[in-house]
C-alpha cells in the first residue's frame, strides 16, 4: 500500500512538468520571427538611406519597357516600306527642303494656270471680232483682259456701256463664269477735267464705268455679284503720261482683273482694300 501510494505523485509531478516544457518550445518561434522582421526592417531602412534616384536611370528603363511591349513603335521610328517613310513631312514637320518642294510645285501650277486663263480668254475675245480693242496680260495679281474705252466700249464722257462693249464683256464672261475666282473692275480715265455732263469728276466717271460693266456681268451673263467688285480711280493710275493724244486714249480704259487670289472687297470710287486668301486658279487646259 505505501508503494501504490509513493508513485501515484510521482507520475502526476512528471507530467506536468512535460507539459510545462512543451508549452516553452511551442512560443519559441515567435521570437525567432520577430528578430528576422526586425532585421528586414533595419536592412529596408539602411538601403532607402543609401539610394539616390538616377532621372536618366529612370528614363532608360522606361524606354526600354516602353520598347518591349511596343516593337512596333521602334519599327516605325526607324523607317520602312510604307506610304510615310522616315523623315517624312510628317515626322519632321520643321522640313525646310519638303516645305520648299511643296511651294514650288504650287507656284508651278497656279503659273500654268495662268497662262492656261490667258489663252482662254484671248482666243474668245479674238472670236469677238473686237481684239483690237483688247489686250489680255499678266500681273502679280492675276490676269488683265484691258479694254480701251473709246474705240467700241463708252462714248466720250458717257457711263452707259456700248453694243460693241457688251460684245467684249459676253466674251470675257463665257470663260470666267466657271471658275470660282473673284473679279475685280477697275476704272480709268486721263487728267483732262470734265466739263458739263452727269459727272463731276473723272473719279466718278470712272467708278460709275466701273459699276455698269461689272452689272450688265451680272445682269446679262450671270456672273455671281459675291465674286465682282468695282473701284474708280480716275487719272491716277496712268499707263503713259497724259502729254499726247495717244497716251491719253491708252489712259481711257478699263481693267478686268481676274485674280489668282480670293478676296473681300467692298464697293467704292477709290481704291478698295484687297485682304487675300488663297484660292488657285484652275487649270482650263
Known sequence: MSVKGHTAPALHRGKKKHEEEVGEHSERWLLTYADMITLLLALFVVLFAMSSISVKKFNEFRTGVISAFSPQINSLQAGGTGILQANSLISSPGNSSAKATISSSSNS???NATVSLERQ???SI???GLSSSVSVLTSSQGVIVRIL??????????????PGGTKILDAVASVIA?????????GNTDNQPIVGGPYSSNMELSAMRAVNVLEYLVKNDHILASRLSATGYGSTRPLLPNTTPANMMENRRVDILILNTTISTSLSSTATSLAPTLTTLPNLG
Not at 151 to 160: E, T
Not at 178 to 186: A, S, T, Y
Open 109 to 111: 501650277s497656279s503659273s
Open 121 to 123: 480668254l484671248s482666243r
Open 178 to 186: 466657271p471658275i470660282p475666282n473673284n473679279v475685280v473692275i477697275q
Open 149 to 162: 474705252t473709246d474705240k467700241v466700249f463708252f462714248a466720250v464722257d458717257s457711263a452707259n456701256v456700248q
Open 126 to 128: 479674238a472670236s469677238s
